[in-house]
């Protein structure tokens, strides 16, 4: 069964660091592309940012709000993706999910969530 | 930045048809990809590729897109759809996603 795993989430003062970890698992990791989409308490689902594939580039795209302050990284050894953050604000107070979608090689849809881990930014 | 826009809320009686629409400029040349979200869970795929359903999603459950717009269509809408929808879909470069602002469909 195809599952990840968030963890790291924790209570952090703005200007602050914080990595957060998904370990992937009943999948091939290193042909998915991998996101990151966070959900402040109450509000809609934000996308943060995504890692395509070695195989397709390894590119890495970032939404506007944590441009410059956010790294997505993966080790496909470890079949893990990272999301580092810096210099946090009390804006970035969210549950973050780990995300894959893709399609099959039967054209169904995959598609894994993890269970989230949340990051509350706050003095 | 780019942005798919959705109305914030669809209000139907269980039996009849719900549609859920998302607006964006890049819709006529990217698809659009639909979510289900439950209070508390992570969202669930209920339309990918604009119209293609995931195994497991119930038939009444169907996509369409024209244009800028794309069109979630729950057919004999039952309570346990209400739920929060989601839009999803891509800018015309290929490097921003977008998640639309969410529609609470209340069945009642």
């Known amino acids: 069964e195809e599952q990840l795993v968030e963890s790291g989430g924790t209570l952090v003062k703005p200007g602050g660091s914080l990595r957060l970890s998904c370990a992937a698992s009943?999948?091939?990791?290193?042909?998915?592309?991998m996101s990151w989409v966070r959900q402040a308490p109450g509000k809609g689902l934000e996308w943060v940012g995504r890692?395509?594939?070695?195989?397709?580039?390894?590119?890495?795209d970032y939404a506007a709000p944590v441009k410059g302050r956010f790294t997505i990284s993966r080790d496909d050894s470890k079949n893990t993706l990272f999301l580092q953050m810096n210099s946090l604000k009390t804006e970035d107070t969210a549950l973050y999910y780990c995300?894959?979608?893709?399609?099959?090689?039967?054209?169904?849809?995959?598609?894994?969530w993890g269970q989230g881990t949340m990051v509350t930014v706050s003095s | 930045s780019y942005e798919v826009t959705q109305p914030p809320s669809v209000s139907v009686s269980p039996g009849q048809t719900a549609r859920i629409t998302c607006s964006g400029d890049?819709?006529?040349?990217?698809?659009a990809f639909w979510y289900q979200q439950k209070s508390g869970q992570a969202p669930v795929l209920v339309i990918y590729?604009?119209?293609k359903r995931p195994s497991g999603i119930p038939e009444r459950f169907s996509g369409s897109s024209s244009g800028t717009m794309a069109t979630l269509t729950i057919s004999g809408a039952q309570v346990e759809d209400e739920s929060d929808y989601y839009c999803?879909?891509?800018?015309?470069?290929?490097?921003?996603?977008?998640f639309g602002g969410g529609t609470k469909l209340t069945v009642l």
């Open positions: 995300w894959s979608l893709g399609t099959t090689a039967t054209d169904d849809a995959f598609d894994v």
């Open positions: 009943g999948f091939t990791f290193n042909t998915a592309w």
């Open positions: 890692i395509k594939s070695k195989s397709d580039g390894g590119t890495i």
């Open positions: 890049a819709l006529p040349e990217k698809y």
């Open positions: 590729e604009d119209n």
């Open positions: 999803y879909s891509i800018d015309s470069s290929g490097h921003e996603v977008v």
